[in-house]
């Protein structure tokens, strides 16, 4: 935005205030960076201001399967000393913590066989991780389950919940990166809530305001997908009393990964797809921050 201001690009940058005026998700996941002092200074803003802040882990060993965004810590004992470190810079703040997008799923889909990391050390360091951050008074952790349209046997997919620690979490988040609409996830997080002794659930509204888009034949439909709108504006009111928020967590406007030529790499801001993303929303649908 400040680079189109400065360009001139005065229009293109009042726009992009739809995206820059909302509260996102801020993601750790360099495996080289203590994340202490980022979480302690993100915690401190967020609590000047009497609010919440919202952390994304994202380190985990074996992390996205080797895909797009692959990397983590190369051990769990590396792991579980980081998130240590993380809930040090956390502290007594009010914090919301998204643990491992894609992690419960992944390994129950089994793409950890051949690895060095197999489903049942994945799911017993998530349990821990979930019982080092929820040693902190006022944080919030909320185990990563996927979206509405991955794993359909939700009874394995709540089993797979409890071994990595949902009855000492929050709940669970729905949606994180993807694009289902809101009613998709809310369905499918309550059927799933059932089978989980009715846990709780967040769901990412960043980009589902038009809700996925149609397969393309080449699977990357998930990627980048063109005509995509906002969704929801992040809010702890969502008049459901199992779900807790409807979150940011995906910064609008950070590419899924380079999936077709010239596109950025994963977690890469691209201001021009940001910009689509609100220009989308303002003309096919106004932007009004309900579901």
Known sequence: MRAWNAAGEKEKAFWLRQIAEQPVATWFGDPHADPRPAAAELTAAAAAR???????????????????????????????DWVRRLADGIGEADAIVVLEPDAVPHALEGCLEGSHHTAEQRYAALREATGILKRNPATRVYLDAGNAGWIDDLDALAAALRASGLEEADGFALNVSNFKTTESSASYGRALSDRTGGAHFVIDTSRNGAGPAEPDGSGTEWCNPPGRHL?????????????????????????????????????????????????????????????
Request: charged letters at 20%; hydrophobic letters at 30%.
């Open 231 to 291: 969704g929801a504006e992040p809010t702890l009111a969502t008049g459901d009393p199992r779900i807790d928020a409807y979150l940011w967590v995906k910064q609008p406007g950070d590419s899924d990964g380079s999936c077709r030529p010239g596109e950025p790499t994963a977690g890469a801001w691209w201001p021009e797809y940001a910009l689509d993303l609100v220009m989308n929303t303002r003309m096919g649908h106004p932007y009004t921050g309900h579901p």
């Open 50 to 80: 009497n609010r919440t802040a919202l952390l994304v882990a994202y380190n985990i060993p074996g992390r996205d399967c080797n895909l797009h965004s692959a990397g983590g810590l190369a051990t769990h004992e590396e792991y579980l």
